[in-house]
């Protein structure tokens, strides 16, 4: 089965970002024992699925974007991120 992603378009670059929807066991799982200065990589690394359809050197070209284009993209992974947290908090 394909994971679901959005499709989303940062505000200066306008580029098409595809990213996944929710996070998988594994990755959740990887982010709570990353160091911190490395977590947000990973992230950027696990949820991010293309850039204007390619999907090399997804992490380079992020960190290379107008960082107000970088700032949305992980507010749009923060979003996957607590929601990830929301779900699990709501079947307890």
Do not use: C, W
Request: charge should be negative.
């Amino acid at each position: 089965m394909e994971r679901e992603t959005r499709e989303i378009i940062t505000p200066i670059g306008k580029q098409k970002v595809v990213i996944f929807t929710y996070l998988l066991g594994g990755e959740k799982k990887s982010f709570i024992y990353a160091e911190p200065e490395k977590a947000q990589d990973m992230i950027i690394e696990k949820v991010v699925v293309s850039i204007d359809g390619n999907s090399d050197n997804i992490l380079e070209r992020v960190n290379n974007m107008h960082g107000k284009d970088y700032d949305f993209i992980f507010q749009e992974i923060s979003k996957v991120i607590e929601d990830s947290t929301f779900v699990e908090k709501k079947k307890k």
